[in-house]
């Protein structure tokens, strides 16, 4: 079993910034891609950025020149830093990643951006 809890979220004036941590129980080289979600208020729950193994990474358009998706191996831990964050941002964020045939999910950090 592993578990996978999220920190850093809070609220945040448009254009500010939030780092966002993931930290594993187990050792994150044994799950594949990591990944981030969220889910804003009465919507789906959206894909926001994933980082292989291998350290490549990938990004939903909406968030591409502002979020940066990172691991640390030696602390077992995945970030999330936003930068110029917007209202349409405000959302549960949580954490994802597949170890073995189990899909893993944190129980999710909030984020509010509002003036």
């Known amino acids: 079993q592993a578990q996978l809890v999220e920190s850093g979220g809070g609220l945040v004036q448009p254009g500010g910034s939030l780092r966002l941590s993931c930290a594993a129980s187990?050792?994150?080289?044994?799950?594949?891609?990591m990944g981030w979600y969220r889910q804003a208020p009465g919507k789906q729950r959206d894909w926001v950025a994933t980082?292989?193994?291998?350290?490549?990474?990938y990004y939903v358009d909406s968030v591409k020149g502002r979020f940066t998706i990172s691991r640390d191996n030696a602390k077992n831990t995945v970030y999330l830093q936003m930068n110029n964050l917007n209202p349409e941002d405000t959302a549960i964020y949580y954490c994802?990643?597949?170890?073995?045939?189990?899909?893993?999910w944190g129980q999710g950090t909030q984020v509010a951006v509002s003036s």
């Open positions: 980082i292989t193994s291998g350290g490549s990474t």
């Open positions: 187990v050792s994150i080289f044994s799950f594949g891609a």
């Open positions: 994802n990643g597949d170890r073995g045939t189990v899909n893993y």
